[in-house]
């Protein structure tokens, strides 16, 4: 195997060389206290597959990715998915909620500018944390369903290309916020508390380019060569809903009112497939074709349209 690491060297070597690793290995599910263990052990203990694990390590260490073909070839996917998933996780939950508080601390509310920036912040954080979800509840339910053989009619393309945060956006976001606060808070005596905020924010920007570019590179080649091996799913009458013979244009089927009826009861697309044993994708096209009818898009407008038109009690609603 190419790189720079292989499975017989020390795990202990990986980490010495890159402080980067520590993240890296907590988000495959690998702990410290592995000892003198090489990389294939440790990864055997933790249940991980090990040429998935060095691959994303070789990965972050050759920056110009001359065997990326070979890389992809090596990759098991829903070990890089669950790696992905934790970086979320991490981002998230962690990392970037603890640089809120650190910023807290280091300037003075009382200033219109220091408001400015948590407020700068935390747009940032709710960017990143929608970008993220919307690849965990989007995206990842998309590889998987590839995984088992099956493709539907959007690509990896159309889905990320659907949604407003892009990768350059969101990094833009933090570059700007970094600048407003080199050039415009005035450093008093917790400047020492500040520049280590900033530290912070380089230190994550670096993780999360870094996070970016392997799913746009090594995550994104991996799900195209999925899609050209699955066999493109042809819709059926069950799995793209058309209108019933006689039925208005704009007139409700019955499927569509029934989907109405468990968004205003609180189920999840996820959940609805289930209880209606369709898919999901097919549950988001009758959300779409609903909000095509009725001009109504959020569950809370549908909601008080199932209430109002008897498709469900006030009792039934999740509140």
Known sequence: MSGRYHETDPMSDVISDDYRMLQMICRFGITLGFGDQTVAETCKAANVDATTFLTVVNFLQDTNHAHINEMVERIDMPTLLLYLRNSHTYFIDYRLPAIRRKLLQAIDMRSQIAVLILKFYDEYMAEVTRHMQYENTHVHPYVEQLL????????????????????????????????????????????????????????????????????????????????????????????????????????????????????????????????????????????????????????????????????????????
């Open 148 to 319: 088992q053989g099956r493709r539907g009619p959007q690509s990896l393309a159309q889905l990320t290309s659907e949604h407003e945060g892009s990768h350059s956006s969101i990094d833009r976001s933090l570059t700007e916020l970094k600048n407003i606060i080199i050039k415009y808070y005035p450093s008093d005596q917790n400047a020492a508390l500040l520049g280590d905020v900033l530290m912070d924010i380089y230190m994550v920007e670096e993780d999360f380019l870094n996070h970016c570019h392997m799913e746009d590179t090594l995550f994104s080649q991996c799900v195209r060569r999925l899609e050209e091996e699955a066999p493109l799913n042809v819709p059926t009458r069950e799995e793209e809903p058309l209108p019933a013979k006689g039925e208005q244009e704009g007139a409700l089927s019955e499927r569509e009112r029934e989907v109405i009826r468990l968004v205003a009861m609180g189920l999840s697309n996820k959940e609805i497939a289930e209880r209606m044993f369709i898919s999901v994708n097919t549950v988001m096209t009758h959300r779409r074709n609903i909000s095509r009818k009725l001009d109504i898009h959020a569950a809370a407008g549908l909601t008080i349209y199932a209430i109002v038109n008897g498709i469900i009690s006030v009792e039934d609603v999740k509140l």
